[in-house]
């Protein structure tokens, strides 16, 4: 086991499934304590059994600022955030209607205001921290078809990024973001089984990445636990396209 979190604590959202899920395993893997945080209770039991270091489990809606205060009664410290939890509607500007949309920047954007407004005070308090937040390729990076809301709810994560990242360098707080391109996750997964040419589907996705597959969740942890460790001390305000090619 690599130790390289040893005593560390790091909060996770979204970390009952796909990437939340990969990098909990990843970092508790190399000696940190996790704290989980997601509304599936389910998928947060399921995880602990996983999880080789400490684990502290949250089951709550990253977008009520209420419970999200309710928890940190519960947690002394933390040395790392990692923001994961989110949804991907599809659909263009017509298609999306008004409660879809107040949805997804809730999910997407809302979400990560809040936990990192109300968890960022411990970071600034032990002068150093690092946040790492999960934008995707289709955002201001890339424009995807059908991907209307979405893709502007990851593009403010990019904005989000660079703002706390300016605003706190000097606190010894880094934050930057990673965007994935498509990934094998349980939502992606679903989207392809339900669709009218599953196989088709599958192929579909699988051309949009220059190299010819959809990623892994465990190859996205990977370059979360380089954000979070020392390894990535002269990183900050940055933007990871971590995309088999898809920006290209």
């Known amino acids: 086991m690599n130790f390289k979190f040893q005593d560390k604590f790091i909060a996770i959202t979204g970390a009952g499934n796909g990437i939340g899920r990969a990098a909990s395993i990843k970092l508790s893997n190399e000696g940190a304590n996790i704290i989980a945080i997601d509304k599936d209770k389910k998928s947060l039991n399921k995880l602990k059994l996983k999880i080789k270091s400490k684990i502290i489990l949250k089951n709550l809606d990253c977008t009520n600022s209420l419970s999200i205060k309710k928890i940190l009664k519960d947690i002394k410290k933390i040395d790392g955030l990692v923001n994961c939890a989110g949804i991907v509607p599809q659909g263009d500007i017509i298609d999306c209607t008004e409660k879809e949309w107040n949805l997804t920047l809730n999910t997407n954007v809302t979400s990560v205001f809040l936990i990192t407004k ?130 290209l």
């Open 118 to 247: 109300f968890f960022l005070p411990m970071l600034i308090k032990k002068r150093k921290g690092t946040i790492v937040n999960i934008s995707s390729v289709a955002s201001s990076i890339k424009g995807v078809r059908r991907r209307f809301a979405y893709s502007t709810s990851k593009a403010a994560i990019i904005g989000l990024t660079k703002s706390i990242a300016v605003d706190y360098a000097r606190n010894g707080i880094r934050c930057n973001a990673i965007c994935p391109g498509t990934v094998d996750t349980p939502t992606w997964r679903k989207r392809v089984i339900d669709s009218k040419n599953p196989e088709q589907s599958r192929k579909d996705f699988n051309s949009r990445q220059i190299i010819g597959r959809v990623g892994k969740p465990e190859e996205i942890s990977d370059l979360i636990s380089f954000l979070s460790s020392e390894q990535s001390s002269f990183v900050t305000g940055s933007i990871y396209n971590i995309d088999g090619g898809m920006s």
